[in-house]
């Protein structure tokens, strides 16, 4: 009597469109004497196929081991090797069975170089009776650095979200493998099932490797040649598309059926003027089931490349090219990045009370253009050279004054339609592009927030085809990294071109000068080093960062080796702990000196900051009152925040602030306001009210930018010893740093010296006393000729520094 194919089959993949693979659930004990009695079908029909088994060396290429009578051999390919392994060639086996702490000097664990069937690979050959069933191992360097794991390998398992081991089975050893062959390339469009002959139960054959390679290089979305107007959707499974259009404000449709090219495109075209029309596509799709049951399910969509639409959920807008270019005159060169100083803000909040705004306009692109035509406008007052506009790409919302972060994608093309005067008009288009510029005629580079590690909903992706756009775990579900529900799977190709598409698109048709990436760890770094390449060969200044996080872990060290600047939040934690007296001098050094030393390959890779939207606010989080709440500040509060701000601008790196942060922005104690408008918005009378702390906010701002502050604006890597760190005399996290040291930028040095206990202290800086020094801030005040009065004492090479104080002085 036969065996239920699911008690026999581990899994079934087609590998190409006419090849796959077939994993038994154990080794198949007749390997010897014949094959599996396995067939296809499709549609209730056999396909004719043939079967051949694997050799073990096959499955060795996929898991990592094979075994033979005696022994486990072990097998580490060159692709598995990290980029930070290149050139070596000690390479050690690690797992449960050696406590993952295999002893380098000992070479039992040492696997060697051997040509393999051909191929050249990393051989270890350990008694069986030494690895146990079950067992997780991976491989390691001798310069510390782990193996990578292929995505497609058939024994992986995640020990710890995004950390994945190889696990060895006693039952599959390399004799359960086979490949089969069929003679026409079947079609995405209609599931293959496995049947274990002569048993009725069916399997379906996993089509995802196959699907997730194909690609095409044509335009998506609307497209232009001469009089043609082309309409292209991604849609390999799909059975059926139709174009739907429509004049504004009519209900008359055009229906355009489309076809299906063999990349797995749908496409149609018209040769009629369709300025301004609405349109979408219904989409057709068979679902199928394990007994051969069909089940025909519709939608209708907006396009994902749309490039503006009258709603979260559609239609889209025809969008003609002459409206997709920035104005002519807009030549801004974006800073240095060791010259920004950028702020985080978020349109709503900034106009919230703004003055001389209208109501409609508080919400609008429009109406933060028309405030920054005045003098007096917040943002123009601070001498930031860099805006961090939290995302404005159309976003999940039920009505346009609905508040939101904008971190619920539903478009990434798109300007937000809550945003624009006249949606239906696509006005957001000229809009934004007005408002970029207006940015840039003030000389301040705008940076957008962009979320590309999941979507809101509905999306469009999720109708079209939800296996090739969003990852899934074993169970079947949707993965959940990022937190919001769903994670999109930047590896699939076309994926990953939507993501590359999307961000030409802003640089080309807005002049964006650059973007954060949100929870960047679920791009991946192949994803972020492919935008990188991108993005560079068309604005080669262009600004890149990275929030190097997610659920799932954590890619700040791998950012290193990119060209990509990423958030530190390991600053943003050391700040708050330091100002509050739990610090150390070691932290304050190396987080002033741009994190170098670990985590920075360059000054400006580190954005160091205090405070994010994220989370509580900084005056919040740092207060000494109760629930976190710093509505209402104590004086030591207010001279915290003093020192966190010298910080921050006296760091070498580039520096962030979040809005509101120069006035003592408070969120009366809560951490996630993302849905809380009147938390979040800017009260300017606040700003009045602690006008001293944002005068001591513009005028470290202004200094940092002077031609002393290029100590801190360092473009290339300095010396070891560039920066020294004196520690006070009382042995406490007090420190005074000296910027330039070894005096390779010139003669000039600055001393920055602060004090966050609620002791006086002192240090002994002998070694500084052939210099002449001028101190030009200190806890309160910054002035950029030097200080006249009530100078912190400094003499006989003994510096004294009051409780809860910095002090910063020039040498010459």
């Not at 196929?49 to 060396?57: D, G, M, N, V």
């Not at 705008?446 to 085809?465: E, K």
């Not at 090739?468 to 959940?480: E, I, L, Q, V, W």
Request: hydrophobic letters at 35%; charged letters at 20%.
């Amino acid at each position: 009597m036969g065996v239920d194919i699911d008690n026999r089959v581990l899994s079934a993949f087609w590998e190409t469109r006419q090849q796959g693979l077939v994993v038994l659930k154990e080794d198949w004990k007749m390997y010897e004497s014949g094959l599996p009695p396995l067939r296809l079908f499709s549609s209730e029909k056999e396909i004719p196929s043939h079967f051949e088994r694997l050799s073990p060396f096959e499955y060795a290429k996929r898991s990592g081991y094979y075994r033979n009578q005696q022994h486990i051999c072990f097998i580490l390919l060159p692709e598995w090797i990290p980029r930070e392994d290149a050139g070596c060639s000690l390479f050690f086996l690690a797992g449960d069975f050696n406590a993952w702490q295999p002893e380098t000097e000992n070479s039992y664990w040492q696997l060697h170089p051997e040509i393999v069937h051909g191929e050249l690979c990393w051989l270890l050959k350990i008694p069986t009776e030494k690895i146990k069933d079950g067992q997780n191992f991976k491989y390691v360097s001798s310069q510390k650095h782990w193996s990578q794991i292929a995505p497609h390998s058939l024994n992986m398992v995640e020990a710890t979200p995004g950390i994945f081991n190889f696990v060895y089975s006693e039952q599959r050893t390399g004799y359960h493998l086979f490949r089969f062959f069929i003679d026409a390339p079947f079609s995405l469009q209609n599931s293959v099932f496995l049947q274990w002959y002569p048993q009725k139960n069916l399997q379906a054959i996993d089509d995802s490797r196959v699907l997730l390679k194909m690609r095409s290089e044509q335009p998506m979305g609307v497209s232009f040649v001469g009089q043609q107007t082309y309409f292209r959707l991604f849609g390999p499974r799909l059975h059926s598309v139709e174009l739907h259009l429509r004049k504004p404000h009519s209900e008359l449709a055009i229906i355009q059926p489309m076809s299906q090219d063999e990349d797995g495109v749908w496409f149609c075209s018209l040769d009629i003027p369709l300025d301004g029309f609405f349109y979408e596509y219904h989409i057709g799709r068979y679902k199928i089931y394990s007994n051969n049951r069909k089940e025909y399910e519709e939608w209708s969509i907006p396009d994902p490349y749309a490039k503006a639409l009258c709603g979260p959920q559609g239609p889209g807008i025809i969008i003609p090219p002459r409206q997709l270019c920035p104005a002519a005159s807009d030549e801004f060169q974006i800073p240095d990045w060791e010259n920004l100083q950028i702020m985080e803000v978020h349109l709503r909040d900034l106009l919230a009370h703004a003055d001389n705004i209208s109501e409609e306009k508080r919400s609008l692109f429009s109406g933060l253009r028309e405030w920054l035509d005045d003098p007096h406008c917040y943002l123009r007052e601070l001498g930031i050279n860099a805006v961090e506009l939290q995302p404005i790409t159309e976003y999940e919302h039920n009505e346009p004054r609905e508040y939101a972060w904008g971190y619920m994608p539903v478009n990434f093309f798109a300007p937000c339609s809550a945003y624009a005067s006249h949606p239906e008009e696509a006005s957001q288009v000229e809009e934004f592009q007005e408002l970029v510029a207006k940015f840039h005629s003030l000389g301040i580079a705008v940076i957008l927030d962009v979320v590309y590690n999941h979507l809101g909903s509905p999306n469009p992706y999720m109708a079209i085809d939800s296996d090739y756009y969003f990852r899934h775990g074993p169970d079947g579900n949707f993965t959940n990294f990022s937190g919001c529900g769903n994670d999109f799977r930047s590896e699939s190709l076309m994926a990953q071109q939507v993501i590359l598409d999307s961000l030409e698109h802003f640089v080309k048709t807005y002049a964006v000068d650059g973007f954060r990436f949100d929870l960047a760890e679920l791009l991946g770094m192949d994803c972020l080093r492919a935008i990188e390449n991108h993005l560079k060969s068309i604005k080669p200044s262009i600004i890149l960062i990275a929030e190097p996080w997610s659920f799932r872990g954590y890619i700040g060290h791998e950012i290193r080796s990119t060209g990509f600047a990423a958030w530190n939040d390991e600053y943003r934690n050391f700040i708050a702990d330091y100002v509050r007296g739990n610090g150390n001098r070691e932290g304050l050094e190396y987080f002033l000196g741009g994190s170098l030393k670990y985590r920075s390959r360059f000054p400006a890779q580190s954005v160091h900051y205090a405070a994010s939207h994220d989370d509580h606010c900084w005056i919040d989080r740092i207060t000494e009152n109760t629930s976190h709440n710093g509505h209402n500040p104590t004086p030591e509060d207010r001279r915290r925040t003093h020192l966190g701000i010298a910080m921050l601008f006296a760091s070498i790196g580039i520096p962030m602030f979040a809005e509101g942060q120069d006035f003592l922005h408070s969120k009366h104690g809560t951490g996630n306001t993302y849905k809380n408008p009147e938390l979040n918005a800017l009260d300017y009378n606040r700003a009045r009210f602690f006008s001293g702390t944002r005068e001591y906010f513009r005028n470290w701002s202004h200094y940092r930018r002077s031609p002393m502050g290029r100590l801190w604006r360092l473009h290339k890597r300095p010396s070891r010893h560039y920066l020294h760190s004196y520690p006070s005399q009382e042995g406490k996290s007090a420190a005074a740093l000296l910027f330039n040291a070894t005096g390779e930028l010139g003669t000039e040095k600055l001393l920055f010296a602060i004090n966050p206990h609620k002791t006086n202290v002192q240090f002994d800086l002998k070694e500084l006393d052939g210099l002449n020094w001028r101190q030009v801030a200190d806890t309160e005040r910054l002035e950029i000729t030097g200080l006249k009065h009530s100078l912190y004492a400094f003499s006989n090479a003994i510096l004294r520094l009051p409780s809860l104080s910095c002090g910063l002085w020039e040498g010459f």
